[in-house]
């Protein structure tokens, strides 16, 4: 370690090799809107899609084939996805906890779907109320089924940085769940930090342990802004050459507890710290803005995204200037 | 460059060598309040000042000593700073615009002022109504003076990222100023990202250039985090080895005429993210987050550190859940 004493330069090369293009995977609609108090109409929610799509986004999860008992903000599943429909190019995936709700799923004309496992047993059976182990059985049963109806299936892994009930999650844990994932033949693990605690010297260790075994291609990360660090932790996924990212339009999602705290990544923050570094996402910054607008007329309030807040300051100023002269 | 098709893991490494320990330099009182629309009373800033101390806070920027004229808001800098007092290990600082302002930081008490440059020419102009090369002069007077006082000089370069008017800023313009600065016997240069278009490549690009000519220890950052990249690029600083960070309580400061719209790093995400690399910064995390929020409620409006407002939602979470059993 260099000590204060004797400072020297560290530089260049580190950001020299990063990926030519990144995928952005949005999960605004889905994760977002579920975790909103206010429920929008379907045709609300079908124009945010709409505005996603025309911002250039390639992947989004829209909804989530769970029972409404449990979810009744997503339990407009079925008629959001014929609202939408299908667009060329653009692949849409939805969560389903079992059988029923890949089913479901495949009926509503998806060919991708994602499943859910937590990396904490306290935090599994909490949510999901299934032990790890129970969670990941769910998971084999959709995924074999999935690959006789020839979708594809992605896993998100959660409180892989940290758990709201246990704490610290080892990493040893995290390597063995994605191994199994794996081996079920999920094509992509999304790395959760669920609650936003992730450094980015925590990301390098995770990235590390796991990239021993796990195919780089295979990983994507889904990082929480709680705390400030989701584009750092991004920085350093990027720079170990991952190339999915999980985003929320305008960072849609928070914690409807605690108005201003942020929760997802925001997709324009992603996006322009990504092309600003000559990084490829496919999408345009102003029509992503234009989603982030519509997000917060829709929802009723401001979002976090500060990439979307410093574009709207900016209109407000110069449409302020029109004005006086 | 790895393309998408084949990827290939580049991990480990580039964060082993951290700092142990980095100084933050908190501009909240003179840079964050001085942007705000409401002037404090000057017995509300000094409870602010107050706050910082408490949180460990060992070098605080706590006014400017600028013509009234200009920045009514800091007019009362003799005042406050004799309300605040000495305080044990703490360096105290101001910014002085020229000769006659660092006699008054003198007079008032302090050891140290800092000088304000910028990186170009139209910001230059607006700003202080100077050109580079008198904002120059203007400076050398002031550490000249300042070494015969037995003061020492900080130098914040701004628009270094970027500039509202002009746009790119050539790196070899800011590696000329810089060198000049440091001729001068500026003790530190502060290089601003003033509207916070920065990205983690152009920060490695900057720091490269730099690196050749000035010293590593007289390097800080001074990043705003306008479009979330803020830490990103104090992370790339961190790993070249820069070892002082501006940053503002609560990110203070902001944009006025953008309400939500942020400014200034906050000192709560900064220290978050480095303690949790474990990089030392002497500063109480709760403490700060007393601080920021004393500072919401001086000000009377929600800040945009994101550390800041996760931890007062938990606090209401936790308030709420004890009144329900």
Not at 39 to 52: G, I
């Amino acid at each position: 370690m260099d000590s204060n004493e004797h400072p020297r330069a560290r530089i260049g090369g580190w950001l020299g090799g990063l990926p030519q293009r990144v995928d952005v995977y949005e999960v605004g609609p889905r994760d977002g809107l579920q975790n909103e108090l206010r429920t929008l109409p379907t045709r609300d929610k079908a124009r945010l899609v709409e505005a996603l799509v025309a911002a250039g986004e390639k992947r989004i999860e829209v909804t989530s084939f769970v029972s409404p008992k449990w979810i009744p903000q997503l339990s407009d599943a079925e008629e959001l996805l014929r609202l939408v429909g299908r667009k060329p190019g653009v692949v849409f995936s939805a969560l389903v906890p079992n059988l029923k709700g890949l089913q479901r799923a495949r009926e509503a004309g998806l060919q991708e779907a994602a499943v859910f496992i937590s990396a904490s047993e306290a935090h599994s059976k909490k949510n999901i109320n299934k032990s790890i182990a129970e969670a990941l059985e769910a998971s084999r049963e959709v995924a074999t089924a999935a690959a006789q109806m020839g979708m594809r299936v992605r896993g998100y892994l959660s409180t892989v940085w940290g758990c709201p009930y246990e704490g610290e999650v080892p990493v040893e844990r995290v390597v063995d769940i994605c191994r199994r994932l794996v081996d079920m033949g999920l094509y992509q693990l999304s790395l959760g930090d669920t609650i936003g605690v992730g450094t980015p010297r925590q990301t390098e260790e995770i990235l590390s342990a796991l990239l021993k075994y796990i195919p780089l291609e295979k990983l994507a990360l889904h990082l929480h802004d709680t705390r400030g660090t989701a584009l750092a932790n991004a920085l350093v996924g990027l720079s170990a050459g991952i190339t999915t990212f999980d985003a929320s339009i305008g960072g849609l999602g928070g914690c409807p507890y605690a108005p201003g705290a942020a929760g997802n990544l925001a997709t324009e923050d992603a996006v322009f710290m990504f092309q600003g570094m000559g990084v490829e996402t496919g999408i345009n910054l102003d029509r992503l803005v234009e989603a982030g607008e519509l997000a917060q007329e829709l929802i009723g309030r401001k979002l976090a995204g500060k990439f979307l807040q410093a574009a709207l300051g900016e209109r407000e100023k110069k449409a302020s200037r029109r004005a006086r002269t």
